[in-house]
């Protein structure tokens, strides 16, 4: 158990839906960033809070937003979806706002849309 | 544009054997680089890093080498056991606010006993 918490594992659901990707991240760190790992395709970053305010922005699409709360818990939210956005979605967090020596990651959420 | 860039796809080494995975990576801006394995169904783990100040950084059976010149890293397993069969991901950072990780595609590694 890396500390860091994704739910759900696993969410199935249809073109054009929105769904809510959830993160809480390890004991102490005050930042938490989002990844995609789509087929055939790295890690891309996505999005970047640390202590709920927006850091970083990466290859994340408008349809896409993210929010971290004063529990600094993390959503990652996912609208008008289409079948590209099936991927493996990544949450990581580490302790300071700009901390690239290494994050720890969550063992991500398998999102299918059909 | 990918910055980090693992072209082989997949490795397959015998056990006891060395597994050798490379990595290249066009911004010269990048000054540490990390190595991450993934196992099925679990998110990636820290495996080693170096920082571009260092050529060589060992840790047990895993060694990092960085050849700055060439934007060139490499990662070696010595020996390879079979449960370092995994995907392993290279990546990269700069020291720059409002950047962060940037990652290779992935290059699995299978060890056969």
């Known amino acids: 158990d890396s500390g860091v918490t994704q739910t759900p594992k696993h969410l199935i659901t249809a073109t054009g839906q929105r769904v809510t990707l959830r993160c809480s991240p390890r004991s102490g760190d005050l930042s938490v960033y989002w990844y995609q790992q789509s087929l055939d395709q790295g890690l891309q970053f996505l999005i970047q809070?640390?202590?709920?305010?927006?850091?970083a922005k990466g290859n994340i699409l408008e349809r896409f937003s993210a929010q971290q709360f004063p529990d600094l818990h993390s959503e990652l939210n996912l609208s008008s979806l289409e079948l590209g956005d099936s991927a493996l979605y990544f949450c990581?967090?580490?302790?300071?706002?700009?901390?690239?020596?290494?994050?720890?990651f969550g063992s991500g959420t398998r999102l299918t849309v059909v | 544009d990918q910055q980090v860039k693992q072209n082989s796809p997949s490795l397959s080494v015998q056990e006891g054997r060395i597994s050798i995975l490379n990595c290249d990576y066009t911004n010269s801006m990048f000054d540490y680089f990390l190595w991450y394995k993934k196992y099925p169904a679990e998110g990636p783990t820290f495996l080693i890093s170096?920082?571009?100040?260092?050529d060589k950084n060992e840790d047990g059976r895993f060694t990092v080498f960085l050849n700055k010149s060439a934007k060139h890293l490499s990662l070696h397993i010595v020996p390879s056991q079979p449960g370092d069969s995994a995907v392993y991901f290279c990546a990269a950072s700069a020291d720059q606010a409002g950047t962060a990780l940037i990652f290779g595609k992935g290059t699995t590694l299978s060890v056969s006993s």
């Open positions: 170096i920082s571009s100040i260092k």
């Open positions: 809070y640390y202590n709920g305010e927006e850091r």
């Open positions: 990581a967090s580490s302790a300071e706002a700009q901390y690239n020596y290494g994050y720890t």
